[in-house]
């Protein structure tokens, strides 16, 4: 009887017990990062008044008859599930979306505590506390490297209050662009401009100077005989340098629309500087007579009547032969005039000038004598600019400084060279000249210079003798089907621009249509040790191309003066190429770094790497078949700032805003994480403690190793079930009066007992 109510008292008991867990629960409904408990319950030990039998014979087994002695709590299990996660308006908030526990210490890390509440703030010494005033533990941010060492032992949480950053001058520039290598670009700049300059005097000062400036001025050649001379040697030989050095490969050219003129080997045109014109003083004979002109023969019969008859003769022979000469004839008094206006657009030199070959007796007896009038001139593009056409006017060299009427050029300068020293060789005609060959005088009034908008300007400035030394341009296409030669129609457009006439000492200019060279640039401001910002420019220019290796471009790093970052002049500007492969990739670029002083008082000689890339890679520059632009520039340098806010990324990282844009970590809190969760042992202010049966904590990052990952501006809610609490104390209320049930009814039965006796 006495069992029955212990057994009741052990229900009550237990019950009790399940109540008290569960207005706890309810109680930390609204407590952040709160996890729930469970009450368990267990039976107590059991009497046994008969043991089990096993079964004998025919006779079965029987089971043991035990009578209960009641109930107990055998544990209280916390149930770790995750809370719902609210936002809030507080941007030091931090929920933990996933296992794993927040790091706090109230004794500068001597013992830790762990929550899973984030309700974070600064207190006054800058340190990142919750609302026991307990330091958040992680990671802080190291000053020399600037990095946040997850690795290290972790640490109290500390960002100064006021904190500000040093300025950091510019290690790393960083580009990621397209460079144009189609046939029509829409970025383009017009191609370097050359001004003319005398051959011979640019010439004449290069042997001087290999020859050590000996002798020096006055003496005999190779010097100049005065200092004057050696003022317009001089200036004729850094306008040659400074040409030369400028000068662009006409393969990499494009036209005004920037349409590739894709010059290939022996493509070119052919240009008139005047009418090529003879005349033949017509001697009287009768007779057969044949002569080939420009390779076409001629031939008839004269009657030697009179002299009309016989130059009328000829004339209608030449004159048949026009279309596959080039040439007419006309009759003035007693001569015949032959007359190439050079304008026909062949495709060889059949029509070009005047050449009379192969004269028989009887051309010989009219005055047809073997003779050339060479006023159009052909030039055609090489690829290999050594084998250009050579232009040598000195005294030390005796060679003619006429280039021949098949010339070639690779270059934009050898181009125009080519084209003024013909001009000026056409024109003059003063036999007291004393420039190679003897007997020419070069009309130097007659320039042709390539101007700042990529143009051909030739201009013909009187140059002060009695000859009236006109030019007729006249420009044609050529092509040589015979050697796979095609005409080059881009390239003949452009040029054709200058047909016209220019007469000597006026105004008037021919001007070609603009040359154009493929470019791309880009600038970004970068700092020095003060933070003071520069503007870094890049320029890119297309300037050759290989049908094998790829292209090339050259690229112009440039800085604000009085920055340097050359030694040699200009020192604000340093010169450089990149390289690609037939496939856009990068294939090498230079320079790599450039050193750069600003001149403000600023660190010296700082080291700023170009990062275009990697080679055969393309991570960084490439030169496709599409339009030129950049889809990326940056560089790590900075002013130094304020901190003007903080905000926490999702691993944890705090990360600061400073008054100068820039945004880095300055500390990242731990992550612990445990074995057994709920063998953690509470301690109140939503902390717990370490425990025996919890293990070790494994520290680390959050989202890494199975940690969850950190939310900010949120917290995690309770995760008390209320309606399930609610639900709980019904059941735990019907098991406690239950229990007291059973006491009253033992304690009735026990007074029929005694009313036994009475």
């Known amino acids: 009887m006495l069992r029955s109510l212990f057994a009741g008292v052990t229900g009550l008991q237990a019950h009790q017990i399940?109540?008290?867990?569960?207005?706890?629960?309810?109680?930390?409904?609204?407590?952040?990062?709160?996890?729930?408990?469970?009450?368990?319950?267990?039976?107590?030990?059991?009497?046994?008044?008969?043991?089990?039998?096993?079964?004998?014979?025919?006779i079965g087994g029987k089971n043991a008859v035990q009578v209960g002695l009641g109930t107990t709590i055998s544990s209280v299990t916390r149930i770790m599930t995750q809370g719902s996660i609210q936002n809030t308006d507080k941007n030091t908030d931090v929920a933990i979306q996933g296992d794993g526990f927040f790091i706090v210490s109230s004794d500068a890390g001597s013992t830790y505590k762990y929550s899973r509440s984030g309700d974070f703030k600064f207190d006054a010494a800058g340190n990142f506390v919750d609302n026991n005033g307990f330091v958040v533990q992680g990671w802080v941010r190291d000053e020399a490297t600037g990095k946040v060492d997850s690795t290290a032992p972790i640490s109290n949480i500390n960002i100064p209050?006021?904190?500000?950053?040093?300025?950091?001058?510019?290690?790393?520039?960083?580009?990621?662009?397209?460079?144009?290598?189609?046939?029509?670009?829409?970025?383009?700049?017009?191609?370097?401009?050359?001004?003319?300059?005398?051959?011979?005097?640019?010439?004449?000062?290069?042997?001087?100077?290999?020859?050590?400036?000996?002798?020096?001025?006055?003496?005999?050649?190779?010097?100049?005989?005065?200092?004057?001379?050696?003022?317009?040697?001089?200036?004729?030989?850094?306008?040659?340098?400074?040409?030369?050095?400028?000068?662009?490969?006409?393969?990499?050219?494009?036209?005004?629309?920037?349409q590739s003129l894709t010059m290939q080997p022996n493509q070119g045109v052919w240009v008139s500087y005047k009418d090529s014109?003879?005349?033949?003083?017509?001697?009287?004979?009768?007779?057969?007579?044949?002569?080939?002109?420009?390779?076409?023969?001629?031939?008839?019969?004269?009657?030697?009547?009179?002299?009309?008859?016989?130059?009328?003769?000829?004339?209608?022979?030449?004159?048949?032969?026009t279309a596959n000469t080039g040439v007419s004839a006309t009759v003035v008094g007693s001569n015949l005039v032959l007359t190439n206006d050079n304008s026909r657009d062949s495709d060889g030199s059949a029509t070009k000038n005047i050449v009379i070959t192969g004269s028989n007796a009887g051309a010989l007896a009219l005055g047809f004598t073997n003779q050339s009038v060479i006023t159009a001139y052909k030039y055609t593009y090489t690829t290999n600019a050594a084998d250009a056409t050579p232009l040598i006017n000195s005294y030390a060299v005796p060679t003619t400084s006429v280039p021949p009427a098949d010339s070639n050029f690779t270059t934009t300068e050898q181009l125009r060279l080519l084209m003024e020293t013909h001009a000026q060789y056409v024109s003059g005609s003063d036999p007291a000249g004393t420039v190679a060959p003897a007997g020419v005088n070069f009309a130097t009034g007659i320039k042709i210079i390539i101007n700042d908008r990529g143009q051909f300007e030739v201009s013909n400035l009187s140059d002060g003798d009695a000859n009236q030394e006109n030019l007729k341009l006249q420009v044609t296409g050529y092509s040589d089907p015979a050697a796979n030669v095609t005409k080059n129609e881009r390239f003949t457009a452009l040029m054709q621009s200058i047909n016209g006439t220019v007469v000597e000492g006026s105004t008037g200019i021919r001007l070609s249509q603009s040359m154009n060279a493929a470019t791309h640039s880009a600038s970004i401001d970068v700092y020095d040790s003060l933070g003071s910002k520069h503007t870094?420019?890049?320029?890119?220019?297309?300037?050759?191309?290989?049908?094998?290796?790829?292209?090339?471009?050259?690229?112009?790093?440039?800085?604000?003066?009085?920055?340097?970052?050359?030694?040699?002049?200009?020192?604000?500007?340093?010169?450089g190429q990149v390289r690609f492969g037939p496939d856009g990739a990068l294939s090498s670029y230079t320079p790599t770094n450039i050193t750069?002083?600003?001149?403000?008082?600023?660190?010296?000689?700082?080291?700023?790497?170009?990062?275009?890339?990697?080679?055969?890679?393309?991570?960084?520059?490439?030169?496709f078949d599409a339009t030129s632009g950049t889809s990326g520039i940056s560089q790590d340098g900075f002013p130094g700032g304020d901190l003007v806010g903080i905000r926490i990324d999702q691993s944890g990282t705090?990360?600061?805003?400073f008054s100068n844009g820039r945004s880095f970590g300055l500390a990242q809190?731990?992550?612990?994480?445990?074995?057994?969760?709920?063998?953690?042992?509470?301690?109140?202010?939503?902390?717990?403690?370490?425990?025996?049966?919890?293990?070790?904590?494994?520290?680390?990052?959050?989202?890494?190793?199975?940690?969850?990952?950190?939310?900010?501006?949120?917290?995690?809610?309770?995760?008390?079930?209320?309606?399930?609490?609610?639900?709980?104390?019904?059941?735990?209320?019907?098991?406690?009066?239950?229990?007291g049930k059973t006491i009253t009814t033992s304690d009735t039965l026990l007074e029929t007992l005694l009313g036994i006796k009475r």
Request: net charge negative; hydrophobic share 40%.
């Open 654 to 657: 705090l990360v600061g805003s």
């Open 536 to 575: 870094l420019k890049m320029d890119f220019r297309k300037t050759s191309v290989d049908v094998v290796s790829g292209s090339t471009w050259s690229m112009k790093l440039s800085v604000p003066e009085p920055g340097e970052i050359n030694t040699i002049a200009p020192i604000n500007e340093f010169n």
């Open 18 to 58: 399940a109540m008290d867990v569960e207005s706890n629960n309810i109680a930390n409904v609204n407590t952040i990062g709160y996890k729930y408990s469970r009450a368990n319950f267990s039976d107590l030990l059991a009497q046994t008044s008969q043991i089990a039998t096993a079964p004998q014979g025919d």
């Open 277 to 321: 014109v003879t005349t033949i003083p017509m001697v009287s004979a009768a007779g057969a007579f044949t002569f080939t002109l420009n390779g076409t023969t001629i031939s008839g019969t004269t009657s030697g009547v009179t002299l009309a008859d016989d130059a009328a003769t000829v004339q209608q022979a030449i004159n048949a032969q």
């Open 596 to 623: 750069y002083t600003a001149n403000n008082g600023s660190s010296p000689n700082q080291t700023i790497n170009i990062k275009l890339g990697t080679a055969n890679a393309f991570d960084g520059v490439t030169s």
């Open 669 to 739: 809190m731990g992550m612990a994480k445990f074995t057994n969760n709920e063998g953690l042992v509470s301690d109140g202010g939503n902390v717990y403690l370490q425990s025996a049966n919890s293990g070790d904590p494994i520290i680390g990052t959050a989202a890494t190793a199975g940690r969850g990952f950190m939310q900010s501006s949120s917290l995690e809610a309770s995760n008390v079930d209320l309606s399930k609490s609610l639900t709980q104390l019904i059941i735990i209320q019907r098991g406690y009066q239950a229990n």
């Open 161 to 258: 209050p006021g904190l500000t950053t040093p300025a950091n001058a510019t290690a790393d520039v960083v580009l990621k662009a397209n460079l144009d290598s189609g046939e029509t670009v829409e970025t383009f700049n017009a191609t370097n401009s050359m001004d003319s300059y005398n051959l011979e005097y640019a010439s004449n000062y290069a042997v001087w100077q290999a020859a050590g400036f000996v002798p020096a001025v006055g003496g005999a050649l190779p010097a100049p005989p005065n200092a004057a001379t050696q003022a317009l040697w001089y200036s004729a030989y850094t306008t040659r340098n400074a040409n030369t050095n400028s000068a662009e490969n006409m393969n990499v050219m494009f036209n005004e629309q920037g």
